[in-house]
């Protein structure tokens, strides 16, 4: 397909038929092993770093889909306060030609390009889970909703940790696609105050 000269209006297009595709589908269909269709998501940061992203399948299992977005954490954190957020993380499919690359499941790509509310904020990478991730996951066990900042979880220095949490509800579309709504029940609007949307094209 031959892309049209406005890049933001490719990705309004995009953003529009993947989330009518994705809400018109039964909400209970079964997904990959590893998630659910009701999730806990965090995303969490140093006050200066960069924002991480965490969907598990309960508040004790590890994460089934951890990545480090481009995004600095003040700056979602304005977004946030400024009402509805969509992120949007798209990646490629593999090429046809490429007999060397095995089939993966949508949350193991390894990199992403990411979007916030319609605009490009780099580029998200997929990692594994260190013992700081563990600790932070450890100190909001028992959150299922909130956010709040954490004390330096490594020690004297280590600068506090700011987070949200709160369950997702995820629909699958297809193999290459999938979105997380966030359940809200104090959202007077009736709908999700944010959005994540993973998409491979």
């Known amino acids: 397909m031959k892309r049209r000269p406005s890049a933001v209006a490719v990705l309004k297009l995009k953003w529009a038929l993947a989330s009518t595709a994705l809400t018109t589908i039964h909400k209970t269909k079964p997904g990959p092993p590893g998630l659910g269709p009701?999730?806990?998501g965090t995303l969490y940061g140093h006050r200066k770093g960069h924002v991480q992203l965490a969907f598990q399948d309960g508040p004790k299992s590890g994460p089934a889909f951890l990545i480090e977005l481009a995004t600095p954490t003040a700056g979602l954190v304005r977004e946030m306060?400024?009402?509805l957020v969509r992120i949007a993380l798209e990646c490629d499919r593999p090429r046809p030609n490429d007999d060397d690359e095995k089939p993966r499941r949508l949350v193991d790509?390894?990199?992403w390009r990411t979007y916030c509310n319609g605009r490009k904020r780099g580029f998200a990478s997929r990692r594994?889970?260190?013992p700081s991730d563990w600790k932070v996951f450890k100190a909001v066990e028992m959150v299922s909703m909130g956010a709040g900042v954490l004390p330096g979880?490594?020690?004297?220095g280590s600068g506090e940790v700011m987070y949200m949490r709160a369950g997702f509800e995820r629909?699958?579309?297809s193999k290459d696609s999938e979105a997380y709504y966030m359940i809200n029940p104090d959202l007077k609007s009736g709908g999700p105050e944010l959005s994540i949307y993973l998409l491979r094209v």
């Open 38 to 40: 009701r999730v806990t």
């Open 109 to 111: 790509e390894p990199t």
């Open 153 to 156: 979880l490594d020690g004297p």
């Open 81 to 83: 306060a400024s009402g």
């Open 171 to 173: 629909v699958v579309g």
């Open 128 to 130: 594994d889970c260190g």
